[in-house]
């Protein structure tokens, strides 16, 4: 072990980030445990980087009080908050979301930096657990990332959870509710038989846009301050390199090219992924090397549509260690939950891991009073037992999706699709 971290050492800090993405591929653990975080790791915490960008965001070396564990308390007589689309959001119940939303997050901006609730910190915290300044337990050299593996998923969606009850609690209200913005769907249906929002979705939201308001942030590209342009999902991000100093290029697409590209996208990304590995991500255990290259161990769900809508807003949101700073940052996330949600709906066969070694990893993270909670990946993979629910909206438009030239699903009658509604929002 000492000789196998002496080797990481050399790789972390004397070779090129290509080649170690290369020795990644091979320098493997031949033991097998979950991902544990104590007290320790926030004590070792050092200076981090994310493609190659350094990140300095340790959280405070020394946690506070006890570390309580969490366990999700579901009253199945209470009913389920509903994530919305932002959308179709109008009217009266538009006008008091976005100023809740808006008091909400300057109540958060107004708290000190060493509030671990403040919006400072809610981005610290990410960064601390996204750039690699974590070390492992019983390591001296192996950190960890929750990017580009399989704890993607359930680790946002702690952090999405912990962050919408910092909000109910700042603005008084537990039945606040962290709206999604519903960027995968590029096709209004005029009628639909089932509840819900069947408008595109996939412009920008206006409620970011009024720069007297916390909601805002001004760097983000061009590209987030037009209205009719639609967001561009089909964006590869594992061929760009940040460090070359170039910005990733969007081409201008028509309306018609990109709703056919954005579905091609999402097909791929969802429907295409037939198991865990593919659509979740690849295992990460204790004893591995720190994964830096989105196209060994990442899931689909990661990276489309994912990393692209980051890269597509630009700014802040292109790099971990700064993308929670954008407050539409957590409205996106929000999405990315309902998809892997909805993902289990398709079927045939898709389930989350089953491995101890995911399903036992654990967490800290700091809840809405500010004490420190263990949270374990098993606790979060119902979001109904966190008390959430989604909005049907129109996703058989690409799950429906043909490899033609037409925008308009033509075998919304599948298997898949009708599976997909008979399990929808309940």
Same mark, same amino acid.
């Given at each position: 072990?000492?000789?196998?971290?002496?080797?990481?050492?050399?790789?972390?800090?004397?070779? /090129?980030?290509?080649?170690?993405?290369?020795?990644?591929?091979?320098?493997?653990?031949? @033991?097998?445990?979950?991902?544990?975080? +104590?007290?320790? +790791?926030?004590?070792?915490?050092?200076?981090?980087?994310?493609?190659?960008? $350094?990140?300095?965001?340790?959280? $405070?070396?020394?946690?506070?009080?006890?570390?309580?564990?969490?366990?999700?308390? %579901?009253? /199945?007589?209470?009913?389920?908050?509903?994530?919305?689309?932002?959308?179709?959001?109008?009217?009266?119940?538009?006008?008091?979301?976005?100023?809740?939303? !808006?008091?909400? %997050?300057? &109540?958060?901006?107004?708290?000190?930096?060493?509030?671990?609730?403040s919006f400072k910190r809610q981005n610290e915290i990410h960064c601390a657990y996204g750039t690699g300044p974590f070390i !492992?337990?019983?390591?001296?050299? &192996?950190?960890?990332?929750?990017?580009?593996?399989?704890?993607?998923? /359930?680790?946002?969606?702690?952090?999405? %959870?912990?962050?919408?009850?910092?909000?109910?609690?700042?603005?008084?209200? =537990?039945?606040?509710?962290?709206?999604?913005?519903?960027?995968?769907? #590029?096709?209004?249906?005029?009628?639909?038989?089932?509840?819900?929002?069947?408008?595109?979705?996939?412009?920008?939201? =206006?409620?970011?846009?009024?720069?007297?308001?916390?909601?805002?942030? $001004?760097?983000?590209? %061009?590209?987030?301050?037009?209205?009719?342009?639609?967001?561009?999902?089909?964006?590869?991000?594992?061929?760009?390199?940040?460090?070359?100093?170039?910005? =990733?290029?969007?081409?201008?697409?028509?309306?018609?090219?990109?709703?056919?590209?954005?579905?091609?996208?999402?097909?791929?990304?969802?429907?295409?992924?037939?198991?865990?590995?593919?659509?979740?991500?690849?295992?990460?255990?204790?004893?591995?090397? !720190?994964?830096?290259?989105?196209?060994?161990?990442?899931?689909? #769900?990661?990276?489309?549509?994912?990393?692209s809508v980051h890269m597509w807003i630009g700014g802040l949101m292109y790099l971990a260690q700064t993308s929670p700073r954008?407050?539409?940052?957590?409205?996106?996330?929000?999405?990315?939950?309902?998809?892997?949600?909805?993902?289990?709906?398709?079927?045939?066969?898709?389930?989350? $891991?089953?491995?101890? *070694?995911?399903?036992?990893?654990?967490? @800290?993270?700091?809840?809405?009073?500010?004490?420190?909670?263990?949270?374990?990946?098993?606790?979060?993979? *119902?979001?109904?037992? &966190?008390? *959430?629910?989604?909005?049907?909206?129109?996703?058989?438009?690409?799950?429906?999706?043909?490899?033609?030239?037409?925008?308009?699903?033509?075998?919304?009658?599948? +298997?898949?699709? #009708?599976?997909? !509604?008979?399990?929808?929002?309940?």
């Amino acid at each position: 072990m000492q000789l196998r971290e002496g080797f990481m050492m050399v790789l972390s800090t004397r070779l /090129p980030l290509i080649v170690q993405c290369l020795l990644s591929l091979f320098v493997t653990t031949s @033991l097998s445990a979950p991902i544990i975080i +104590t007290r320790e +790791t926030f004590k070792t915490c050092r200076r981090g980087a994310f493609n190659g960008v $350094p990140a300095d965001c340790c959280p $405070p070396k020394f946690i506070q009080g006890p570390i309580v564990d969490f366990s999700p308390k %579901y009253n /199945p007589s209470k009913p389920l908050r509903v994530r919305k689309a932002l959308q179709c959001l109008t009217g009266k119940e538009l006008t008091i979301y976005t100023e809740k939303l !808006q008091r909400g %997050y300057a &109540l958060m901006r107004a708290l000190p930096d060493d509030d671990p609730r403040s919006f400072k910190r809610q981005n610290e915290i990410h960064c601390a657990y996204g750039t690699g300044p974590f070390i !492992q337990n019983a390591s001296a050299n &192996l950190t960890l990332d929750i990017h580009l593996n399989w704890f993607f998923l /359930p680790w946002h969606r702690m952090f999405i %959870y912990f962050h919408e009850k910092i909000l109910q609690t700042l603005l008084k209200d =537990p039945n606040f509710t962290l709206h999604f913005w519903n960027f995968d769907s #590029s096709v209004t249906l005029s009628t639909s038989e089932r509840p819900g929002c069947f408008k595109a979705g996939h412009f920008f939201p =206006p409620m970011y846009l009024d720069p007297s308001k916390s909601t805002f942030e $001004p760097n983000r590209t %061009y590209r987030a301050f037009e209205p009719s342009r639609p967001v561009d999902l089909s964006f590869d991000a594992t061929q760009w390199n940040p460090l070359g100093g170039v910005p =990733p290029v969007f081409p201008n697409y028509t309306l018609e090219e990109q709703v056919w590209r954005n579905g091609a996208t999402m097909y791929k990304s969802v429907v295409s992924s037939s198991n865990a590995s593919s659509f979740i991500g690849k295992p990460f255990r204790a004893g591995d090397v !720190q994964i830096v290259d989105p196209t060994i161990a990442a899931g689909n #769900s990661e990276k489309w549509p994912h990393i692209s809508v980051h890269m597509w807003i630009g700014g802040l949101m292109y790099l971990a260690q700064t993308s929670p700073r954008d407050p539409i940052f957590y409205h996106l996330h929000a999405n990315v939950e309902r998809i892997w949600d909805l993902w289990h709906k398709l079927g045939d066969g898709r389930a989350d $891991p089953s491995d101890p *070694d995911w399903l036992d990893a654990e967490f @800290l993270i700091w809840d809405e009073k500010k004490v420190m909670r263990r949270v374990k990946v098993r606790n979060v993979l *119902d979001i109904k037992t &966190l008390g *959430d629910t989604f909005e049907n909206v129109n996703d058989a438009s690409w799950i429906c999706f043909q490899n033609s030239t037409s925008t308009t699903p033509s075998n919304c009658s599948s +298997t898949k699709t #009708s599976m997909y !509604q008979s399990r929808g929002t309940e």
